[in-house]
């Protein structure tokens, strides 16, 4: 078995780490988990992050691109087609990453603090 050190929460979420190998496999696609992970086997489709980061994403970015428009209007006052070559490409890259990063976050999380859905009888609860 290859070194087995848990990343810390901000290089798995910043490089798309596995949680508990560090392998870079997390990810099989642009924001998509990899089923397990090839180092260690971690079934990576058993972790629920839901839709918080996205969520969070259309807030964070929104105000970000709304924000960056005006202040360009104000400096600049640039044609129309200026804002789509600046904030299109700028607003897809740091969705995709925030994205990404949140989600990979969410998971390392999860697996940090043994989350998941109750899977026992029931006779083990208080
Ligand atoms: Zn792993």
Do not use: I, Q
Request: aromatic letters at 12%; hydrophobic letters at 50%.
């Amino acid at each position: 078995m290859p070194d087995m050190a848990e990343p810390g929460l901000v290089p798995a979420a910043l490089l798309g780490l596995c949680p508990r190998c560090g392998a870079r496999d997390l990810f099989a696609g642009l924001a998509h988990f990899a089923p397990r992970c090839s180092t260690c086997d971690l079934d990576f489709a058993s972790f629920n992050v839901g839709d918080g980061p996205a969520a969070f994403l259309t807030f964070f970015v929104g105000a970000l691109m709304v924000g960056l428009a005006g202040w360009m209007a104000l400096r600049w006052d640039p044609a129309w087609w200026v804002y789509v070559l600046v904030l299109t490409p700028l607003g897809l890259g740091v969705t995709t990453w925030g994205l990404r990063a949140g989600k990979a976050a969410l998971l390392a999380a999860e697996y940090r603090r043994r989350a998941g859905e109750y899977r026992g009888s029931g006779s083990d609860l208080p």
